[in-house]
Nanobody, 121 residues
């Protein structure tokens, strides 16, 4: 079994900051990439940021220079530091990990349960 547990969501005023965390646990052999996606009501789920095992990162254009993704490989944990938050950042944020399970041959995606981020005055 593999579990991804997110924390850190909440309500924040425009211009504020939040930090999301996601810890992966269970029968994990290796993690190729970890990332954050978000889904606003009535919208499709979209990639926010991703970090690969080598440390390279990609960001959605809408969050570049405001959000920073980082990873603690020893703890199988990924973080998303969100600064200068805007109302349009309001969404459920989902953690994703592409990983190989112990005894497995291929990498597969796993998802967290989601955490609500609301940016409003």
């Amino acid at each position: 079994q593999v579990q991804l547990v997110e924390s850190g969501g909440g309500l924040v005023q425009p211009g504020g900051s939040l930090r999301l965390s996601c810890a992966a646990s269970g029968s994990i052999f290796s993690i190729n990439a970890m990332g954050w996606y978000r889904q606003a009501p009535g919208e499709q789920r979209e990639l926010v940021a991703i970090i690969f095992s080598g440390g390279s990162t990609n960001y959605a254009d809408s969050v570049k220079d405001r959000f920073t993704i980082s990873r603690d490989n020893a703890k199988n944990t990924v973080y998303l530091q969100m600064n200068s938050l805007k109302p349009e950042d309001t969404a459920v944020y989902y953690c994703n990990a592409v990983l190989v399970r112990i005894g497995g041959r291929y990498a597969n995606p796993y998802w967290g349960q989601g955490t609500q981020v609301t940016v409003s005055s």
